[in-house]
């Protein structure tokens, strides 16, 4: 398998413009998460999917992020308008059966640049 | 608020010594641990895990430590290597909660 796969990997962006990151997961895999990772709060989790619906999105920052998962094998973060403060790598992860037990695959990471 | 908290952000330490992570929490409710390790411009691995039924775990050169009463846990890597060099985050996770806490992680550098 391919992992999890992210795109971009890289996004350079201008102060209100409007962003979108990319997710494939791992194929059979039933959970979606969404992650920033930033020097001041390290990773913090944004939102997860489970079977394509959202189960908790407490971590969105604000409602300028919204996030979409339309298939099983598709997921986006949007940011619209982005602010320099989004700045960050965002990363997207996918496990088979969510428990406390169970292990999370990371992608490489969308390293967000908004100027 | 941090609920997990990862001090001394940075380590160095010579190939063949041993490195030491540590590793606090604050939430009671917590019952799983991980810790993760992440090369530049990749995603973060999962590295070793510890449910809260055990005070320890080895696998191989490293080894996770868990002294519940004080909410607290470390990783040991032994022997060091160049390999090792990493950022290492540790996790955490409560019984019927689908979220995974992290720390902000550790930069580990092993000097040859």
Redesign the interface.
Known sequence: DAG?IQSPRHEVTEMGQEVTLRCKPISGHD?LFW?RQT?M?????LI?F?NNVP??DSGMPEDRFSAKMPNASFSTLKIQPSEPRDSAVY?C?SSLL????D???????TRLTVL | D?QVKQNSPSLSVQEGRISILNCDYTNSMF??FLW?KKYP??????LI?I?SIKDKNEDGRFTVFLNKSAKHLSLHIVPSQPGDSAVY?C?A?????????????NQVVVIP
């Open positions: 999890v959970y992650y020097m709060r390290g990773l913090e989790l997860y489970n189960i908790d990363f992860a969510v428990s406390s037990t292990t999370q695959y990371f992608g490489p990471g | 941090q019952d799983y993760y411009a990749e995603g973060p691995t999962f895990s449910s985050f996790a996770s409560a019984k019927g909660n689908n979220r995974l806490a992290f720390g902000k992680g």
